[in-house]
């Protein structure tokens, strides 16, 4: 993407999530939490999202068999009630797979956008807070990293490492910096010039105080739907690694890789892949929601508008 | 103008030399000695220092990654360790019915997104707006190498209409648009899900100002309001948006391409990293970046040259 299509999604957190800088905090918490009531996306992603986690949770006592156990003599069995979701060509029950599957994907996805978000906010409010050369260098590599498709860097990366857990953690994460440094750095541009940040500096405060206190926490809205949307897109990053074979290793029950075993049987046996498939949608589905509706909730001058190019 | 070309000319140089790093560096990343990993456990210590000297891993980093970006002008790449031949020069060979794939996903979905995202924007908050967007948010989030294994399991194997795999017969130009079929309806269906919300986002943003009221006020019909005053003003950002999923529409051939078993960059990229040919990887990955990075700028430059409200 480029720089100008980056700079297109400002909007997005341009007031700092609140409306006019009169109203009071009370006030704008207040009316984000009755939004919040009456999204219906943002409450109906956020069950989908309930349900995805409490499965992860409780995998253990939800997966009906050993996920890994082959059973060659119970290989491509249709869905039945000894196997929900039927079985793959080593005999392995598929629920099982899938239900356990939603550890790794839900753990790549938390941790990429936390380790994405950390790291990229802190380039970005550094590069918008002090400007000049910094900034300058910084959005012209966060620009050039944006141009290019997330599992293209995502791939390269793991081409060079060899796949595991840690570097599908490690390359997607690297993939997803720059967008949060490019929304990060927009949204303290516009908190640094508000009257706040300008009284506290006349005041003698530190940069580090003015920082922390003052335009950090002005910026978390946008952050926030950022790494909503960002897990999804981690999400659909890591099971497409898993399915080209290079993410986390086999046999690991991971939602891309259960898709992968069944495509050679996509004919007799379209279970494996069809159900695994469903369960990425769902949760993919599920943060897109989320993501959309806390949006709405947080920045309402783009009610039901926004939308970021290229993502 | 002229300063903005210069600006975007000098965006599409830095990006090229961003991908060229990016490619040095998969080679860097490897663990241990790249020579040994490249060649395998059974190769013998002569070979691995041979490849060693080839590539050059007895010099400094600097010079190692200057002597790489200075043969990647050039275009040289060195030899796929598997076809013996310049890597270049294979990437060439798969070059066309990518980008084939890609222009034709791209078409798909702007067929499909545009007319849909000015449906839901003409129909804002009301029914059919809500099954638009509802449809759009469920494809965004369906995995594409999902969705191209759902078609390939309907229209392949229980309606038998496409071939399930390949790019067809060379030269046959039916066969070709037959084998095309099903791959860029994945890929259009994808992208065409993500070009009906920024489209409707593009209307609706046109739809706001203040000559859609005048044209309201003057009494003329909806349909006329949408199709003249509206799209007409909506148009270059669409147009800027389909452009810069070109990127995205790339990154996406890498996953049709392996779904439907057809012959590409992106299928050779997988094949290139399975196999540890690095120098093919590298290729790849440039010549990938650098047509992403060039269907950008060239986007940029269209819309500045039909908008001049860009330029400044």
Not at chain 2, 20 to 46: H, N
Request: proline share 5%; charged share 15%; aromatic share 8%.
């Amino acid at each position: 993407m480029t720089a100008r299509a980056a700079e297109r999604r400002v909007p997005l957190g341009a007031t700092g999530g609140r409306p006019t800088p009169t109203a009071s905090a009370l006030d704008w918490a207040a009316q984000v939490r009755a939004r919040l009531r009456r999204s219906v996306a943002a409450v109906l992603g956020g069950v989908v999202l309930a349900a995805v986690v409490s499965v992860a949770l409780l995998a253990p006592v939800l997966a009906t068999h050993d996920p890994i156990a082959n059973n060659l003599t119970d290989r491509l069995q249709p869905p039945s009630r000894a196997h929900l979701f039927g079985t793959d060509d080593f005999g392995r029950d598929v629920w099982s797979r899938v239900v356990w599957g939603a550890r790794v994907s839900l753990v790549v996805a938390l941790i990429v956008v936390g380790v994405a978000a950390v790291g990229g906010a802190s380039v970005g409010v550094l590069s918008g807070y002090f400007g000049g050369r910094l900034d300058l260098f910084t959005m012209r590599v966060v620009d050039m990293m944006l141009a290019f498709p997330a599992l293209l860097l995502a791939l390269a990366v793991m081409a060079g490492l060899g796949s595991s857990l840690l570097n599908v953690i490690l390359a997607v994460a690297v993939a997803f910096l720059p967008r949060f440094a490019r929304v990060q750095r927009a949204v303290t541009l516009t908190v640094r010039e508000r009257e706040f940040v300008l009284g506290a500096v006349a005041l003698g405060s530190t940069h580090r105080r003015v920082l922390t206190r003052h335009v950090i926490p002005n910026c978390l809205a946008p952050v926030l739907v950022m790494m909503t949307v960002s897990a999804a897109d981690a999400i659909l990053v890591e099971s497409s690694l898993s399915f080209l074979g290079l993410g986390v290793q086999p046999p690991a029950p991971t939602w891309g890789a259960v898709i992968s075993d069944g495509r050679s049987f996509l004919q007799n046996a379209p279970w494996i892949s069809g159900l695994s498939g469903a369960a990425i949608m769902i949760t993919v589905l599920g943060l897109n929601l989320l993501g959309d509706g806390l949006r709405d909730v947080l920045d309402p001058t783009l009610r039901g508008e926004g939308e970021e190019p290229g993502r | 103008m002229k300063r903005f070309l210069l600006q975007r000319l000098s965006f599409l140089a830095l990006s090229v030399f961003g991908a060229f790093t990016i490619a040095f560096l998969v080679m860097r990343l490897i663990p241990g000695d790249p020579a040994q990993v490249m060649l395998g456990d059974y190769a013998t210590q002569e070979s691995i220092a041979r490849l060693r000297e080839t590539l050059g891993l007895e010099r400094p980093v600097w010079m190692q990654y200057a002597s790489f970006v200075g043969r990647a002008l050039r275009g040289d790449f060195g030899q796929s360790l598997v076809t013996q031949r310049p890597a270049f020069y294979e990437v060439f060979a798969v070059f066309a019915p990518t980008m084939q794939l890609a222009a034709a996903g791209a078409l798909v979905s702007m067929l499909l997104g545009i007319p849909a995202g000015i449906v839901a924007a003409a129909r804002r908050n009301r029914p059919l707006d809500y099954v638009t967007t509802t449809l759009a948010l469920g494809g965004m989030s369906m995995p594409v190498f999902w969705l191209g294994l759902l078609l390939l399991f309907l229209f392949s194997f229980t309606l038998g209409w496409t071939p399930t795999i390949g790019a067809g017969a060379e030269g046959g130009w039916l066969s070709t648009l037959h084998h095309i079929l099903l791959p860029a309806l994945a890929l259009g269906l994808s992208l065409g899900a993500m070009v009906t919300r920024m489209t409707r986002s593009a209307m609706l943003e046109v739809i706001r100002q203040d000559y859609i009221r005048t044209a309201r006020a003057k009494g003329l019909s909806e349909l006329l309001i949408i199709a003249k005053h509206a799209l007409r003003n909506a148009a270059l950002p669409i147009v800027t948006i389909v452009g810069i999923n070109f990127g995205i529409q790339l990154g996406g051939t890498i996953l049709v391409e392996t779904v439907f078993a057809r012959p590409g960059m992106g299928s050779l990229l997988i094949s290139s990293i399975y196999q540890r040919d690095y120098p093919q990887v590298q290729a790849l990955v440039v010549v990938f970046a650098t047509s992403i990075v060039l269907v950008n700028v060239l986007v940029d430059v269209l819309y500045a040259a039909f908008d001049p409200r860009v330029r400044a």
